[in-house]
């Protein structure tokens, strides 16, 4: 016979796992690769290369940017095809007759820098971007000048604070130039990366970029593409119905799971440096948060994802401890969405957790207005 306790922790862990089920986060969450090309920005920001740092170390960072949040840094994919791929917790559905989620980078007025977005499906249930993938067809995917099915490979330069070679399929050559009176690290070439030689593939868009000197603009394309309109703008708005095949014909997804975005052009732009593709955030637009039951401070853990959702004022602060007492991880509540209880503002964000061994832990809110702990497993 079951006691008490036995039964009322049953009566959680069944609430916990239907609500687990149920809940969706609107952002990424999950970076599955970062394959910057070289560029200006690359091992010195967005993210920084320390020395010694592996992929994996790098990808942490990019994951620290871009999951669970939008808008709270950015990561740079570098010359024409670098490229990152992202996940949701969830099935993006396609709805008819309307815009379905939204990729948010740092352009603003003709300052854009287009990055193809193409999605996938997850068709085999494994949870993985190994299904094929469909790019969407942007205001240029069938221009004259449109390249489908391009390739170009960048080489380590020698030495390694010299430009970058990159030569083309199509017989094609040119350099990533160093911008080095604004961008002077050792290399701008991955420097994570083992290989002497790097190989990316796609559709490649004709640069729309003019000027000289000190005056440079770069127009943005129509419509359909990342990091080309503010993100306040609905042309950083994505339909899935826009979905093509590799032969271009349309091709319908009902819902996808993954995203992959890559730079679109090859060009420099003098003191600018070159073209490359930013991104700072995924959302599903059909997605809501959980709504947390309350107009106060509150913690709910998803158990199955292990994400966390805090709803907090601005300036609260969020520390995970382990059962021995050792604060593993601490966050300062801030950005997020914002809600209106009539009294003081809440934001509402989502944190990720997976980083953390599966175990016991004490997870205590606080600010000004007081505390809130919670254990969580």
Excluded at 6 to 34: D, G, I, M, N
Excluded at 224 to 252: K, R
Excluded at 341 to 348: D, H, I, P, R, S
């Amino acid at each position: 016979m079951y006691d008490f306790n036995t039964k009322r922790f049953l009566f959680v862990w069944l609430l916990c796992s239907t609500l687990c089920v149920q809940a969706l986060s609107p952002y990424a969450h999950r970076v599955f690769e970062y394959c910057p090309a070289p560029g200006q920005f690359i091992n010195k920001a967005y993210p920084a290369y320390e020395a010694g740092e592996t992929y994996e170390d790098i990808l942490k960072k990019v994951t620290k940017v871009l999951v669970g949040r939008k808008e709270s840094g950015i990561v740079c994919l570098g010359s024409w095809g670098g490229y990152i791929v992202l996940g949701f917790d969830h099935a993006v559905q396609n709805k008819t007759d309307t815009v379905d989620f939204k990729v948010y980078g740092n352009a603003h007025n003709n300052s854009a820098e287009p990055g193809i977005v193409c999605v996938s499906k997850d068709l085999n249930g494994n949870a993985l971007p190994d299904d094929p993938w469909y790019e969407l067809a942007g205001s240029g995917y069938y221009s004259d000048s449109t390249i489908k099915n391009y390739a170009c490979t960048y080489y380590r330069p020698s030495p390694a604070n010299g430009n970058v070679l990159w030569k083309d399929n199509l017989g094609d050559s040119g350099y990533v130039l160093r911008n080095d009176v604004y961008h002077s690290q050792a290399s701008y070439y991955p420097l994570w990366v083992s290989e002497d030689s790097l190989v990316f593939s796609g559709s490649r868009l004709v640069s729309k970029a003019s000027g000289g000197g000190t005056s440079w603009i770069s127009p943005p394309y129509a419509w359909g593409y990342a990091d080309n309109w503010p993100n306040n703008h609905s042309g950083s708005d994505f339909d899935i119905d826009w979905a093509v095949d590799e032969q271009g014909q349309p091709f319908y997804l009902d819902e996808i799971h993954f995203v992959r975005i890559h730079t679109a052009v090859q060009d420099q732009l003098g003191w600018l440096g070159e073209i490359s593709t930013e991104i700072s955030g995924l959302e599903d637009l059909h997605a809501t948060m959980p709504d947390l039951g309350t107009d106060k401070p509150a913690l709910r853990y998803l158990s199955t994802v292990r994400q966390l959702y805090v709803q907090a004022p601005p300036g609260s602060c969020l520390e995970v401890f382990n059962i021995q007492g050792v604060r593993v991880f601490i966050q300062e509540i801030e950005g997020g969405i914002l809600l209106n209880n009539g009294m003081e503002e809440l934001v509402l964000v989502q944190i990720l957790l997976d980083f953390l061994p599966q175990n016991m832990y004490v997870v205590r809110l606080s600010g000004h207005w007081g505390s809130v702990n919670s254990r969580i497993r």
